[in-house]
């Protein structure tokens, strides 16, 4: 019953072709399912619903929509209309979708190289793990994430000097490194690591640990051989 100059510019259409038609652009069906359950649980008590989906274009492009559709109703609660105000969100989804790309980009990265990466705030919950962090302590990146070392380590002594090194990489923001630190893994081996942590800001660090195992038992065995 009634669309304004923009709806029709954007569509490449005149207003007279649009009023008192059923014109609907071409939709996905996924997207016009959802559109149509948003629709239909529309009532009197919540009349509003917002959401977003996808348009095809004559010439074949995608674009990206945002809408608010309100219900209008009757004396009798009959729906007699709709009113919606949209505008183009292709941008932003764009921009959205270049941007969990390249999470996902760098995620894959940190979860290949074999050392230890971990992101800690002040209060020493894991913002951030990779996964040889994770297998390390035999749980998850989803899983570790905002708990403290305690919930994966039982050893109070190792939980403790992690914590001190965590207070003084902050308190004085500064780098700190740590050449050798015996860590027990999951299955109750230890492993020997050379770590480094670095401040990010005041109350987050960053925490990078090789493996030096291999070297520490090469460096046993030569000292044996040598005696």
Sequence with gaps: SYVNEA???FYGKDRRQLINTNYIPHIPEDDLRMIKNHIAGLNQEHPVVSFEHRVI???GSIQWQSWTH???FDDHGDVMEYQAVGHGVTKQRQAEDELRKHR???RQIIDTVPNLIFVKDRLGQFIMVNKAMADMYGSTVEDMVGRIGEDFNPHEEEVEAFREEDSEVLDQQQPLFIPQRA???ARGQKRWYA???LPLDQDRLLGVAVDISERKEAEAE???LEK
Aim: proline share 0%; hydrophobic share 45%.
């Design 183 to 185: 860590i027990t893994n």
């Design 57 to 59: 274009m004559e010439e």
């Design 70 to 72: 309100r219900a209008i």
């Design 222 to 224: 030569r000292a044996r």
């Design 195 to 197: 770590t480094t942590k």
């Design 104 to 106: 996902a980009f760098l």
């Design 7 to 9: 709806y029709a510019r």
